[in-house]
């Protein structure tokens, strides 16, 4: 496993000197002396951290730091800034830095230093991660939370629904308990690509009442971090369908973007314990 990448930058050999000393063998390391250089090679390397000085010639540090959090590429990647210059260097802590180190500095300060500011960034991230389920229907291809999934079975036999919409028009039993069938090719006007015993149920707990999703394919679930996912507010909610109320947002996938569902907007809660009031009687009959 490859080590994670700094950028160090100062533009004193001997400073850069001492951090490389105590840094390689835990972190892949590039280096940069002025603060133009340093934004070419954030730019290039994106690196996991960068440590920064404050005074250096052609560009000082506290403009590289207001550049890299500017630029939402790059605003993510902690900036620890190193220095003897300590109204300065805490004057910075509010532009964005993660934490200030003044020189002259001991071997277990940066190491600490470092560990703690990409700990916080890997924090930062996990908190803004969403466990994705993606799924196929009819050509079209979108995710849903994994939070609201109970499991994920082949399409079992189904008996007719006495009401509800065409799109939710049959049910089935799953241990004992009456489960309806909601089909998203209906819900979306397309056709299903897979036969019906080659579809797959997604079985959703919504707000206590279950609800089986009738897809053509189901990927293995993923973790994505913040940086993967645009949010409604941000792409809107224009342009997907049927399901534009439901969109939570937009996975980014190699060079093309999935649209992430809300499932609790595919159908009405009240729908759906009408549908289940009804089976009750008839399967006690």
Do not use: W
Not at 187 to 208: A, D, Q, S
């Amino acid at each position: 496993m490859s080590l994670p990448s700094l950028l160090l930058v100062d533009d004193s050999d001997a400073i850069l000197a001492l951090e490389r000393a105590i840094l390689s063998g835990h972190y892949a390391l590039n280096t940069a002396s002025n603060g133009r250089e340093a934004l070419e090679k954030v730019a290039r390397v994106q690196p996991a951290a960068i440590l920064l000085d404050l005074s250096m010639p052609e560009m000082d540090g506290d403009e590289v730091l207001k550049r890299v959090k500017a630029d939402p590429i790059t605003a993510d990647i902690p900036v620890i800034i190193i220095s003897s210059e300590t109204s300065r260097a805490e004057a910075c802590l509010a532009l964005g830095a993660e934490l200030f180190l003044s020189k002259p500095f001991r071997a277990d300060e940066l190491l600490s230093a470092v560990e703690n500011a990409l700990e916080n960034a890997r924090r930062r991230a996990r908190a803004g991660s969403l466990a994705l389920l993606r799924l196929a229907v009819g050509g079209l291809e979108f995710a849903i939370p994994l939070e609201g999934v109970r499991q994920v079975i082949l399409q079992p036999s189904t008996r007719p629904l006495p009401l509800g919409p065409g799109y939710i028009s049959e049910f089935f039993e799953l241990r004992g308990q009456p489960v309806c069938v909601l089909d998203l090719a209906r819900r979306l006007e397309v056709e299903h690509r897979e036969p019906v015993e080659e579809r797959k149920l997604v079985i959703l707990e919504l707000g206590g009442v279950q609800l089986a999703l009738s897809v053509d394919a189901v990927q293995d679930p993923e973790e994505y971090s913040a940086t993967d996912i645009e949010r409604r507010e941000r792409v809107g909610g224009v342009g997907h369908g049927e399901l534009r109320d439901a969109l939570m947002g937009m996975l980014r996938s190699g060079d093309r973007s999935v649209p992430i569902f809300d499932p609790k907007a595919f159908a009405t809660q009240e729908l759906l314990r009408e549908a289940v009031d009804v089976l009750r009687p008839a399967r006690s009959a």
